[in-house]
C-alpha cells in the first residue's frame, strides 16, 4: 500500500550538483521542497579519516551498489546485454550531494560550438561531412545565452583558474586565483609552448584560497592532500552540494532532504506530473510525494529509467529513428580505462608528485571542438589533453616501462625505480551521438525491486575511434617534448568495441534538449515539452558530449533551470525561448 505524504512545491530526484542548485534557488524563493536521494546520509565531518584508498578507490565506498542497482549493456543491437558490476571505469554518485561530492573538480565551460554543433559544422564544411549515422543537433541555445549562469555556478563554487587564451568571452574573471603551479606543470607548459599550443591552469573547484560565496557559504583554501577522486572532502576545500547549495537551502527552513529514499516512479495523468513514489530502503515502505513541480536530477541512467517506466515520452526507436527517450547517449571515448594518453618515464629526472588534487594541472584547447580545421581529418569535434597532478597514491601508484613482467621480482625492481619517475598525459575526447548508441529497458533483468534494469547499447563509430586516435598521438608528442625517455603510449584499435562495462565518468543523453518536441524531450529550461511541470536536469539534457568534463555545464543549466522553476510557479506554462533572451 503506497502512502499519500502532504503536497510540496517541489519534490526533487537526487541530492547531487542539478538538485542542489534546484533546491537552493527553489527554497530561496519561499517554496517548500522535498529532495528524495537515495544514498546515505553524508556531512563534511563523515569524512575524516577516511583517506583509505582501498576502502574508497578499490571498494567504492561512496559509489552506488551495483548489487542493487546497475545497467546492462552490449556493443550492439544484435548483442545480448549484460549486467555491469563493477565500478571501475565510473564514479556514480551515491549519498547526499551525490558525485559532486567525490568528484576532482575539473569545471570547464564547453565552447559555443558544442551549443550549435550542427549549424556551425555545416556553415563551416557543408552538409556532407557529416557522417550519416550522426544525430547530432544544435541545442537550441547559444553559448552567449548561456554565459550568465556559467558565471553564476563558478562564482556559488569559487572556482579557481586562470584565462583561457582560446576560450569563449567571459562577463568577469574567475573568483579565485589558479592552483599552484608544480615543476611537472611548468614542464608541461614549456613543452606544449615549444610546440606552438596554448597551455593555461585547469579551472578547479579545489579551491586556492579561503572564499566565501554570494549565499555566504565559506570554504577553505586547499591543502593538496591528494584525495579528491573518490574521496569527500573533510576540509571543505573542495566545492560540493554539502557545503554550498544544500547548506543554503536549508538554512532557509524550507527543504527537507530524505535519505534512503529510491524513486521508482513519476506518477502523472498523461499531462500533468503529480509526483514521485519511492521506497525507504531501510523500511521497505512505499510512499507518493505529491508537488506542484517535480525535478528529475539524477544521474543520465536514472532519470532516463524514471521516465521510460513511468510511460512519459516515446522511447527512441533506433530502427526508425522516431522517438526520443533514450536517445543520444554519448560519454567520453575510452577502450582501455578511464583515460587514454602517454605515460613517461624518465631515467634521469625525478619528480615529488605525492602532494596534488584532483583539478590541479593544466590543459590546452588547441585541438577542442573545432578549433582545429576538421576539412582534411577523420572525424569532427576534437579532444582537450591536459597533465593532471591529483597526487600519487601508494596502491595505485606501480606504473612500469611496457615489457615489464606483471609480478615478481623484476616488477618489483621496476616498480621502485620508477615510482617518482612517471607522468601521464591524457586526451579526453569527445564523443558524437550515432542511430545506435542509446537507452531502453532491458527485458530480461529487473534490479532489487522487480523494475526492469535499463540497457544502454554502445556502438562506435569510425569517426570516434580516429578522434581517440588524434588525441593519443598528440600526447605522445608532447610527453616527448617533455624529455621521456621512454613511453606507454595506449593503443586504439580499428575493431575496438564496447567492453560491457561502464568506461568513462561522463554520460549524457536520454532526455535532450532542443527548440522543439520533434526533436527533444525539454526545452532549454530542461522543462518537458509535452508535461510542463515536469523538468529533467543535468547530463539527460545533453545532445550530444564535448571534451570537457561536465559539471560546470551541469551547474549553468541547472541555475538556468531553477530560474524558470521558479517563473512556472508564478505563471505557470511552457518557459519561452524569448523569456530566456528577456532575462540575459
Not at 389 to 396: M, S, W
Not at 489 to 498: A, G
Request: glycine share 10%; aromatic share 10%.
Amino acid at each position: 500500500m503506497v502512502k499519500k505524504l502532504p503536497k510540496v512545491d517541489a519534490v526533487i530526484v537526487g541530492s547531487g550538483w542539478a538538485g542542489g542548485i534546484a533546491a537552493a534557488e527553489l527554497t530561496k524563493a519561499g517554496h517548500k521542497v522535498v529532495i528524495l536521494e537515495r544514498g546515505r546520509d553524508k556531512k563534511h565531518e563523515d569524512f575524516v579519516g577516511t583517506k583509505d584508498e582501498l576502502r574508497y578507490s578499490k571498494r567504492y565506498d561512496l559509489m552506488q551498489d551495483l548489487n542493487k542497482e546497475t545497467i546492462t549493456s552490449r556493443n550492439s543491437m544484435d548483442k545480448t546485454a549484460l549486467p555491469v558490476r563493477n565500478n571501475s571505469k565510473a564514479r556514480l554518485g551515491n549519498n547526499t550531494g551525490g558525485a559532486g561530492v567525490h568528484w576532482n573538480g575539473m569545471t570547464f565551460r564547453w565552447l559555443p560550438y558544442d551549443f550549435e554543433i550542427y549549424s556551425k559544422t555545416v556553415e563551416r564544411y557543408g552538409k556532407d561531412i557529416i557522417p550519416k549515422e550522426s544525430t547530432m543537433q544544435d541545442w537550441g541555445i547559444t553559448y552567449d545565452e548561456l554565459e550568465p549562469y556559467y558565471d553564476k555556478f563558478e562564482k556559488t563554487a569559487g572556482i579557481s583558474g586562470e584565462e583561457n587564451p582560446l576560450g569563449p568571452p567571459r562577463s568577469d574573471k574567475y573568483p579565485n586565483p589558479p592552483m599552484k603551479e608544480t615543476p611537472t606543470i611548468r614542464l608541461f607548459k614549456k613543452a606544449t609552448t615549444d610546440l606552438g599550443y596554448h597551455p593555461y591552469h585547469m579551472p578547479s573547484a579545489n579551491l586556492s584560497q579561503g572564499y566565501e560565496n554570494p549565499d555566504g557559504e565559506k570554504l577553505n583554501g586547499c591543502v593538496y592532500c591528494a584525495f579528491c577522486e573518490e574521496y569527500g572532502c573533510d576540509f571543505g576545500a573542495k566545492a560540493d552540494p554539502i557545503g554550498t547549495v544544500l547548506a543554503t537551502a536549508r538554512k532557509t527552513g524550507n527543504l527537507e532532504l530524505r535519505n534512503n529514499s529510491n524513486v521508482t516512479q513519476v506518477t502523472h495523468d498523461g499531462k500533468r506530473a503529480r509526483g514521485l513514489v519511492y521506497t525507504d530502503t531501510m523500511t521497505g515502505e512505499e510512499f507518493e510525494q505529491p508537488a506542484d513541480i517535480v525535478v528529475l536530477a539524477g544521474f543520465v541512467f536514472t532519470n532516463t529509467k524514471l521516465l521510460l517506466v513511468s510511460k512519459i515520452g516515446t522511447p527512441y526507436n533506433p530502427k526508425t529513428g522516431q522517438g526520443i527517450i533514450g536517445k543520444n547517449f554519448t560519454g567520453h571515448f575510452n577502450n582501455l580505462s578511464t583515460y587514454i594518453g602517454a605515460r613517461g618515464f624518465f631515467e634521469d629526472k625525478k619528480f615529488n608528485n605525492f602532494m596534488g588534487t584532483g583539478s590541479l594541472g593544466a590543459t590546452i584547447d588547441d585541438f577542442s571542438g573545432d578549433n582545429e580545421d576538421h576539412t582534411n581529418l577523420k572525424f569532427l569535434h576534437g579532444y582537450e589533453v591536459h597533465y593532471g597532478q591529483l597526487g600519487t597514491r601508494p596502491i595505485a601508484n606501480n606504473q612500469v616501462p611496457e615489457g615489464t613482467p606483471a609480478w615478481g621480482k623484476e616488477f618489483k625492481k621496476q616498480t621502485l625505480k620508477y615510482a617518482n619517475r612517471n607522468l601521464f598525459i591524457t586526451a579526453q575526447s569527445g564523443f558524437l551521438p550515432n542511430k545506435e548508441t542509446y537507452m531502453d529497458l532491458d527485458p530480461t533483468y529487473k534490479d532489487a525491486l522487480g523494475n526492469p534494469l535499463l540497457r544502454v547499447t554502445v556502438t562506435y563509430a569510425e569517426q570516434d575511434r580516429e578522434r581517440a586516435k588524434a588525441g593519443v598521438a598528440r600526447c605522445a608528442e608532447i610527453m616527448k617534448e617533455m624529455g621521456a625517455d621512454t613511453m606507454n603510449v595506449d593503443e586504439v584499435k580499428d575493431d575496438i568495441v564496447f567492453d560491457h562495462k561502464f568506461y568513462t565518468d561522463h554520460f549524457f543523453g536520454g532526455a535532450i534538449m532542443g527548440d522543439s518536441p520533434k526533436n527533444s524531450a525539454v526545452n532549454t529550461y530542461s522543462q518537458m515539452w509535452d508535461m510542463e511541470n515536469l523538468f529533467v536536469l543535468g547530463g539527460s539534457a545533453f545532445p550530444h558530449n564535448s571534451n570537457y568534463n561536465p559539471t560546470g555545464t551541469i551547474g549553468a543549466f541547472a541555475y538556468l533551470s531553477a530560474e524558470g522553476m521558479n517563473k512556472y510557479l508564478e505563471t505557470g506554462g511552457l518557459l519561452t525561448q524569448a523569456e530566456l533572451k528577456e532575462n540575459a
